[in-house]
């Protein structure tokens, strides 16, 4: 049998299932979604009940053209009209005149590309005249049924607001291709570009954010997921990058043009208050004696008093760097002295209180000595494993003989409501006293003098010991040296002293610093560190072993359990 009558025995053996088959398969590759911008789901003569419009994804339907009359499917357009996600579908179909030879020729199609398999499973070589024959009329009926595509998908249908209503409107396709190149999404996306229904703008920009406002974000505060739903609702948004409306969002908090309040958005921020940040570093770890950096927020003026609200009548603060205080309680009041922004609340900053132990051998007896860093705290502690917080705690007034097989010694201070940590000492009556170490309880390593880098090398040899034995550190300063244009320059970074801090974020912000700052040539980090935390005891005598350290040669006061 000849190549042509092989083709056309096949052809009259496929009924039109078959070819709606083919069709579809030639068609989803030829329109599928990669770069997943302007739409992210295809699917090619589906029945209308398995369409489901969701509210995160726009899907393209390519539906057979009307039976019955021009224009779009009824039943597609009452599944439109009762969509909730109207924003979300578009239907490619068009002329029923030319869907007869499309079925055609997708049937000699397939069986053409029947006929080369055949051919291969049976060993033809490709140089076989019949092959080479074969192959150039697979290439030549793939045109064909392209152009026959071509001709019968020749109308977009797409969700827009068209003179006050929302409605599909249509627009003309034109399938562009070379040889049997074609790019579908490249196409329908030319298309609703030049029908201006989608947009690649920068989602930052300040048009977009207008759009937002006039289309979607139309009420004073909205949730996020409420935006969402009307991106996904109303045709008058356009269509965008899946991403571009959280970018949007995201960049308007960031930079202040709208605020958060609980779950909702609000478009119009309220009215800034003043207020103050207080930055706290205490240079002696075994004094409450703080040195506080003041920043006024929306103000320049600062009122303070101790253990009460401040007035406008109060004393003012006159060094902002680096006020000093050992008071318990501080609040402040940051006025506005030009009077353009709102006097806001008081600030109330609360010291703290750290509370070190030593105990030691007196004859055959254990003795234990408390001191805090406040003058005039109350200390108090037990010796029978009960919370010292608790009515029948014992107070600390001197030294005191810990009892015969007391196990654990808790201890607590406190000065005008403010507590520091409770401490747990434990007790080994077989040992003489000196450092003591739980191998199995969090550690935390009070360097005096801080631990200290002094070069780049230095710094990330340190990091890196410091993690392989699972450490975090709070009390953090990166300081930094590096050329500008030719200028030595410094930057410093300070860390709230309670935030803990891991190695990956040291690091990403000294690499943050090192690109952001424009550096030429050089730039050298060094670390101060105050509190080291290891996740157990044994990491850190693992710790101080690498490091060729002496236990003997740390004070109890610089450990923490």
């Not at 049998?1 to 070819?19: F, K, R, T, W």
């Not at 570009?193 to 937002?212: R, Y």
């Not at 609200?309 to 008071?327: A, C, G, L, M, Q």
Request: glycine share 4%.
């Amino acid at each position: 049998m000849n190549l042509i009558a092989e083709l056309n025995s096949l052809v009259e053996g496929y009924d039109e299932e078959s070819a709606r088959l083919e069709i579809r398969k030639f068609l989803e590759e030829r329109f599928k979604s990669t770069i997943n911008d302007c739409y992210q789901k295809v699917m090619v003569f589906p029945p209308v009940d398995q369409i489901k419009i969701e509210s995160d994804k726009i899907l393209l339907v390519l539906s057979e053209p009307n039976l019955l009359s021009s224009g779009l499917n009824p039943d597609l357009v009452r599944l439109y009209e009762d969509a909730q996600y109207k924003n979300r579908i578009m239907f490619l179909t068009g002329d029923r005149n030319t869907m007869d030879s499309l079925l055609r020729k997708a049937k000699e199609f397939k069986a053409i590309q029947r006929i080369i398999a055949n051919m291969k499973s049976e060993r033809v070589s490709e140089s076989n005249p019949q092959f080479e024959m074969a192959v150039d009329r697979e290439i030549k009926i793939g045109q064909q049924l392209l152009s026959a595509a071509r001709e019968t998908f020749v109308k977009l249908y797409y969700p827009f607001h068209y003179r006050g209503e929302d409605r599909l409107v249509d627009a003309e396709f034109l399938m562009d291709f070379r040889g049997n190149d074609f790019n579908g999404e490249d196409q329908i996306k030319k298309v609703l570009t030049e029908k201006q229904k989608f947009t690649t703008e920068n989602p930052t920009s300040g048009t977009f954010k207008d759009k937002c406002l006039q289309r979607l974000f139309t009420l004073d505060e909205m949730r996020r997921e409420d935006l969402k739903n009307r991106a996904a609702s109303s045709p008058v948004w356009q269509w965008h990058h899946p991403k571009a409306l959280d970018e949007l969002i995201e960049h308007c908090l960031k930079t202040g043009t709208w605020c958060q309040a609980g779950n909702y958005i609000q478009k119009n921020p309220p009215k800034e208050e003043t207020s103050v940040t207080i930055q706290a570093t205490w240079p002696d770890k075994n004094s409450s004696a703080a040195v506080l950096n003041i920043i006024p927020k929306f103000g320049d003026t600062v009122f303070y008093e101790y253990d009460q609200e401040p007035t406008t009548v109060s004393d003012k603060i006159t060094d902002f760097n680096r006020w000093r205080t050992d008071e318990m309680i501080v609040w402040f009041l940051c006025v506005d002295s030009k009077g353009e922004y709102k006097t806001g609340k008081p600030v109330k900053w609360v010291n703290k209180i750290n509370l070190r132990y030593k105990t030691y051998d007196a004859g055959d007896q254990k003795k234990m000595k408390l001191e805090a860093s406040v003058a005039e705290p109350k200390i108090l502690y037990t010796t029978d494993g009960t919370d010292p917080k608790a009515p029948g705690a014992a107070q600390y007034n001197d030294d005191f003989i810990i009892p015969k097989n007391t196990r654990y010694v808790l201890a607590i201070a406190e000065k005008k409501g403010i507590r520091s940590d409770q401490i747990e000492v434990s007790i080994d009556w077989k040992k003489p006293e000196g450092l003591k170490i739980d191998r199995n309880k969090p550690l935390e390593y009070h360097k005096k003098g801080m631990v200290k880098t002094s070069s780049n090398k230095q710094t990330y040899d340190e990091l890196a010991l410091f993690y392989k034995y699972h450490a975090v550190f709070s009390d953090v300063s990166i300081n930094s040296v590096f050329k500008t244009n030719g200028d030595d320059h410094w930057a410093q970074v300070i860390y709230d002293s309670s935030l803990k801090i891991p190695k990956e974020k040291i690091e990403a912000q000294i690499d943050f610093l090192r690109s952001s700052l424009g550096t030429v040539g050089s730039f050298e980090t060094s670390l101060q560190i105050g509190v080291v935390h290891f996740l157990t005891g044994q990491d850190f005598e693992d710790w101080i072993a690498e490091k060729q350290m002496q236990l003997s040669s740390l004070k109890q006061e610089e450990i923490k359990q």
